[in-house]
């Protein structure tokens, strides 16, 4: 194996992190001109777990209700029972690495678990638990 392949295979397998890094960032950023900040990962860990009861029906919703308990371990859509790849960046590296689809997320999925927007500061904590999975 020559030195040039070895470093284009380093190079190749630092993307990924480098882009779950610039993703995080750039929202982090962006919330802290919101005015949050600083970010919690165990305040986040508690609200990712936090059961919110639905008021149509009842029920308990929290993150996990689709992402899974272990969330190293592919989750499953609560209504549609599809399967949703693992949200841990340690075995889905795609995970964090675009904020459109971040924010687009962050939107749908608060408000159908909290039943209302999170807050710049609740998705900041959420970033600092899950890019550390
Ligand atoms: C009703 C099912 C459901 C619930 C509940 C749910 N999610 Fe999701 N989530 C999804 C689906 C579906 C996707 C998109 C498919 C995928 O990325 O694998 C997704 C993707 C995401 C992503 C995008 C991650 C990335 O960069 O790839 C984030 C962030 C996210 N969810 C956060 C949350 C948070 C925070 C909660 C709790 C407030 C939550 N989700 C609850 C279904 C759910």
């Given at each position: 194996?020559?030195?040039?392949?070895?470093?284009?295979?380093?190079?190749?397998?630092?993307?990924?992190?480098?882009a779950q890094a610039g993703a995080v960032s750039e929202l982090?950023?962006?919330?802290?001109?919101?005015?949050?900040?600083?970010?919690?990962?165990?305040?986040?860990?508690?609200?990712?777990?936090?059961?919110?009861?639905?008021?149509?029906?009842?029920?308990?919703?929290?993150?996990?209700?689709?992402?899974?308990?272990?969330?190293?371990?592919?989750?499953?859509?609560?209504?549609?029972?599809?399967?949703?790849?693992?949200?841990?960046?340690?075995?889905?590296?795609?995970?964090l690495t675009k904020v459109?689809?971040i924010?687009?997320?962050?939107?749908?999925?608060?408000?159908?678990?909290?039943?209302?927007?999170?807050?710049?500061?609740?998705?900041?904590?959420?970033?600092?638990?899950?890019?550390?999975?």
């Amino acid at each position: 194996m020559n030195m040039k392949f070895i470093g284009v295979t380093a190079l190749l397998m630092a993307i990924p992190f480098y882009a779950q890094a610039g993703a995080v960032s750039e929202l982090e950023a962006e919330y802290q001109t919101q005015g949050a900040g600083p970010f919690s990962a165990s305040a986040g860990e508690a609200l990712w777990n936090k059961n919110f009861i639905n008021t149509k029906t009842g029920k308990e919703r929290n993150c996990t209700s689709c992402h899974g308990a272990d969330l190293t371990k592919v989750g499953k859509h609560v209504r549609t029972g599809k399967a949703i790849k693992p949200m841990a960046a340690s075995v889905n590296p795609q995970r964090l690495t675009k904020v459109k689809k971040i924010n687009k997320w962050f939107v749908r999925n608060c408000k159908w678990t909290l039943g209302r927007v999170c807050t710049a500061q609740e998705k900041g904590n959420m970033l600092a638990y899950l890019k550390n999975l």
